[in-house]
């Protein structure tokens, strides 16, 4: 499909906008455990993640960009908390390995699920993009997975703090399937999937491993995408501190 309607297009940027909100900010809590890891291995793994999630996240704003002619800097760098779409899971703080751990699991889950079903998007640019993404995030999925079951089958310390994870976080990655505004203009057309299609899914994948792994999931209600937490600003403070001190600067 290459005529959008206008509400066609701005419901591609929403959701382009939400991918790469969520993964700009991931991406920085992931790079916080560089020299920090428990062993130089996952040191260096951990930061590839990261760098794979910062990638994403530009690609998915230089899509934005064919659309509306944005600038992705601009829009990384030079927006405040409150222009931010991103769901409060990736803006909480690193915490313990565990906590990291488990929040990645969960939201590579998610995002290997949306990318899959992205591919088969009647707007060729995302699915090629998706497509592209994808196969990275599969290999974070399974990175992350394997170690969610190896700290919650490891000793008495590591599952009690794996459990409090999940129960940490659980709320915030329901939140990941509410739908945006305004778009149902693409998914009805098939640009977009249907989060309302993609969360049980996702729900029956990452039960299936969690129980396999000796853990439960709290019952829990969502919590609402855009209700952030008194995190956000410090973290995009420290995030864009240098391209905003420098901002009147250029290369050559």
Same mark, same amino acid.
């Given at each position: 499909?290459?005529d959008?309607?206008?509400e066609?297009?701005?419901?591609?940027?929403?959701?382009?906008?939400?991918?790469?909100?969520? +993964?700009?900010?991931?991406s #920085?809590?992931?790079?916080?455990?560089?020299?920090?890891?428990?062993?130089?291995?996952?040191?260096i793994?951990l /930061?590839?993640?990261?760098?794979?999630?910062?990638g #994403?996240?530009?690609?998915?704003l230089?899509l934005?960009?064919? =659309?509306?002619?944005?600038?992705?800097?601009? !829009?990384?760098?030079?927006?405040?908390? +409150?222009?931010?779409?991103?769901?409060?899971?990736?803006?909480?703080?690193?915490?313990?390995?565990?906590? *990291?751990?488990v929040?990645?699991?969960?939201f590579d889950?998610?995002e290997?699920?949306?990318?899959?079903?992205?591919?088969?998007?009647?707007?060729?640019? !995302?699915?090629?993009? /998706?497509?592209?993404?994808?196969?990275?995030?599969?290999? #974070?999925?399974?990175?992350?997975?394997?170690?969610?079951?190896? !700290?919650a =089958?490891?000793?008495?310390?590591?599952? $009690?703090r794996?459990?409090e994870?999940l129960?940490a976080?659980?709320?915030?990655?329901?939140?990941?399937?509410?739908?945006?505004?305004?778009?149902?203009?693409?998914i009805?057309?098939?640009? !977009?999937?249907?989060?309302a299609?993609?969360?049980? $899914?996702? #729900? *029956?994948?990452?039960?299936?491993?969690?129980?396999?792994?000796?853990?439960?999931?709290?019952d829990?209600?969502?919590?609402?995408?855009? *209700?952030?937490?008194?995190?956000l600003?410090?973290?995009?403070s420290e995030?864009?501190g240098?391209?905003?001190?420098?901002? +009147?600067?250029?290369?050559w």
């Amino acid at each position: 499909m290459t005529d959008l309607t206008p509400e066609q297009q701005q419901a591609l940027i929403a959701r382009l906008t939400v991918l790469a909100d969520d +993964e700009l900010l991931l991406s #920085h809590r992931d790079a916080e455990w560089t020299g920090h890891a428990p062993i130089l291995e996952e040191d260096i793994a951990l /930061a590839n993640i990261a760098q794979d999630e910062l990638g #994403h996240a530009m690609g998915w704003l230089e899509l934005r960009k064919t =659309l509306d002619g944005s600038d992705p800097d601009g !829009l990384a760098f030079r927006r405040g908390p +409150e222009q931010f779409c991103n769901s409060a899971l990736t803006e909480l703080p690193k915490g313990d390995w565990a906590f *990291t751990m488990v929040r990645q699991y969960l939201f590579d889950a998610y995002e290997a699920l949306w990318q899959d079903a992205a591919k088969a998007s009647a707007y060729t640019p !995302l699915a090629q993009a /998706a497509a592209l993404a994808l196969r990275e995030e599969r290999f #974070h999925l399974q990175h992350t997975a394997a170690w969610v079951e190896r !700290l919650a =089958l490891g000793t008495p310390e590591s599952e $009690r703090r794996t459990r409090e994870a999940l129960n940490a976080v659980w709320p915030y990655a329901l939140g990941l399937f509410e739908p945006l505004d305004g778009e149902a203009a693409g998914i009805e057309v098939g640009l !977009l999937p249907d989060p309302a299609a993609l969360k049980p $899914r996702w #729900h *029956t994948l990452v039960t299936a491993h969690l129980t396999r792994c000796g853990l439960t999931p709290p019952d829990a209600q969502p919590t609402a995408r855009g *209700t952030h937490t008194e995190h956000l600003a410090p973290l995009l403070s420290e995030f864009q501190g240098v391209n905003r001190q420098y901002a +009147e600067m250029t290369t050559w």
